[in-house]
């Protein structure tokens, strides 16, 4: 029988959570195969067991697997019995089926044996140096411990032994929902996307809000953040996206403030009703795109009168990041080419042509004396869409959205 071996890492530093961890990770790793060909997900002393079935196709379970956080690196292995013989002659055997290793050819390998089962009578070393000799008297080939053409590693159970050639690299971080729920601020740029996989890949599970001026615009921003939404589920699994109706609070907000001031005081818009949204679906923080800087609502001034809203903390993975870093990150995550869809951000519109560097927040505060702050929050968050992702699409699901006021936010079943 064939399966895939999965290590992590970081996870296993975590203490009395551990198995809570292990069992965090072994359904991330269910919910990422749901609709392949997988027999079953096992911890197994260290490590997690995928079984593949005969349908399972290989490419696709590592695409899957290699986007679950928490994975360290795992490797598509076999069982065999636990004798020296055993282990090497079943090695042999594989590596003389077509397509066992690379057709460039193998020049260079290494034996790498771990041992769960500490009363095997050999050593690591031990059994490393017995099935390396023999592969090696066999096939000819160089023993490289530093960069091998061909790893092969060894893991003794007490009941069988694992067998692997060769190692796929796992995306690290810490198994979704481990470090709660987050509620990233998504606008459609290039930014807050990676700021939100950031939270992911720490074991955040991210819902995320967006703030739109349609019917005042077009509908672009939204359909970017849709898209945006459906991308980044496939690394989180399931996904939740609110949309905010925006436009009108802008127009208010023109309508009563010096214009230097709008984007502090939209911003300050957002983030209370994000607060009031964190509660509805257990948010334990907020997180933005914001990096020190980069426009002139983001100097330390500003983002301090922004903070100033709201009690919960507000996370800003990318504060000290060039654009060219989150660029080239947004590229790597495949978000930057919806990104950079033309469309008509919320915030371009009426932003005045000299913002506020530093705000102060006691002309802030006096700008908002004549705005209707509690009622504009309430409206926002009573007029508020939801829309649910989930990744691998159930089949019957595909194309289905649910939008809905406020009861059918609070009250729906919150995704895990
Ligand atoms: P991004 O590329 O993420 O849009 P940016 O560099 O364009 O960032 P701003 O547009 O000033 O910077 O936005 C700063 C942060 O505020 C964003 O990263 C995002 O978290 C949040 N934000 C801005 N506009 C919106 C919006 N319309 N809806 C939701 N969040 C927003
Ligand atoms: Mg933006």
Redesign the pocket.
């Known amino acids: 029988m064939h399966s895939v071996i999965v290590h992590y890492q970081e996870i296993a530093l975590k203490g009395r959570n551990r198995p809570w961890f292990i069992d965090r990770l072994a359904s991330s790793l269910r919910d990422a195969t749901a609709d392949l060909d997988v027999t079953h997900v096992r911890p197994l002393m260290g490590r997690i067991e995928v079984g593949l079935g005969p349908a399972a196709d290989w490419s696709a379970v590592r695409e899957r697997l290699g986007r679950v956080f928490g994975v360290a690196n795992f490797a598509r292995s076999r069982s065999t019995g636990r004798e020296v013989d055993e282990i090497a002659g079943a090695i042999l055997r594989h590596l003389a089926e077509p397509d066992a290793v690379a057709a460039e050819g193998v020049t260079s390998f290494r034996v790498r044996a771990t041992r769960a089962d500490k009363t095997y009578p050999l050593t690591s070393p031990q059994i490393e140096r017995e099935v390396g000799g023999r592969i090696k008297a066999a096939r000819g080939w160089r023993v490289d411990l530093a960069s091998p053409d061909l790893p092969i590693t060894i893991e003794v159970l007490p009941d069988r032994v694992f067998y692997a050639l060769g190692k796929e690299p796992g995306r690290g971080g810490l198994p979704t929902g481990t470090s709660g729920a987050v509620l ?9 996307p990676v ?1 939100a996989y950031r939270l992911m890949k720490r074991g955040c599970r991210v819902r995320f ?4 001026a349609y019917p005042i615009l077009s509908r672009a ?1 939204l359909d970017k953040t849709q898209e945006i939404a459906d991308l980044l589920t496939r690394h989180q699994l399931r996904s939740r996206l609110y949309s905010v109706r ?1 436009g009108e609070i802008q127009q208010t907000i023109v309508l009563s403030a010096p214009p230097p001031l709008r984007v502090v005081l939209y ?1 300050r818009m ?1 983030m209370r009703i994000a607060e009031r949204l964190a509660g509805v679906c257990g948010a334990k923080a907020l997180v ?3 990096a020190v800087g ?2 002139a ?2 100097t330390i001034e500003n983002l301090a009168v922004i903070n100033d809203v709201v009690s919960l903390p507000v996370l800003r993975p990318l504060i000290g990041s060039d654009k060219e870093e989150i660029t080239q990150e947004a590229r790597r995550l495949g978000t930057y080419p919806i ?1 950079i869809i033309p469309d008509q ?3 371009t519109l009426f932003v005045p042509r000299r913002p506020a560097t530093r705000a102060r927040p006691e002309d802030v505060k006096r700008a908002e004396r004549n705005l209707p702050v509690a009622e504009l929050v309430d409206r926002a968050v009573a007029g508020v869409e939801r829309q649910d992702f989930l990744f691998p699409v159930p089949a019957a699901d595909v194309g289905s959205t649910s939008g809905g006021g406020p009861d059918a936010a609070a009250a729906a079943a919150e995704p895990r």
């Open positions: 990233c601020l998504l606008s459609g740029g290039i930014d807050s700021a809000v967006h703030f739109h921003s925006f911003r957002m933005t795109g914001e980069q426009v609502s983001q990104s951000d919320c915030c």
